[in-house]
Nanobody, 119 residues
Framework: VQLVESGGGLVQAGGSLRLSCAASGNIFSINAMGWYRQAPGKQRELVARITSSGRTNYTDSVKGRFTISRDNAKNTVLLQMNSLKPEDTAVYYC??????????????WGKGTLVTVSS
């Protein structure tokens, strides 16, 4: 199983970026997908998460600015980030809690994509 992220980059404060993550491999089903981030010198934190039924939750600092969505048929999760702030600068990691075709429930991580917001 692989999680491949894309969409990171450099943007000015107030701008927007959209992150995408595609899961591939021996996947039977995906329970939840999410985005985490880790800024330099800080712990990794949950940004947003979405279940297979579409239930979402967000960390308080991104509510109203970020929107998470998923395409279950394509095993893809998106993170639309608007009104970006310098404090959103971090490496963003995709996460998936999934069942493999051989019956294992495993939590997978992508390699991360860097988002840099300049002031």
């Amino acid at each position: 199983v692989q999680l491949v992220e894309s969409g990171g980059g450099l943007v000015q404060a107030g701008g927007s970026l959209r992150l995408s993550c595609a899961a591939s491999g021996n996947i039977f089903s995906i329970n939840a997908m999410g985005w985490y981030r880790q800024a330099p010198g800080k712990q990794r934190e949950l940004v947003a998460r979405i279940t297979s039924s579409g239930r979402t939750n967000y960390t308080d600092s991104v509510k109203g600015r970020f929107t998470i969505s998923r395409d279950n048929a394509k095993n893809t999760v998106l993170l639309q980030m608007n009104s970006l702030k310098p404090e959103d600068t971090a490496v963003y990691y995709c996460n998936a809690d999934l069942w493999t075709t051989v019956g294992y429930n495993i939590n997978y991580w992508g390699k991360g994509t860097l988002v840099t917001v300049s002031s």
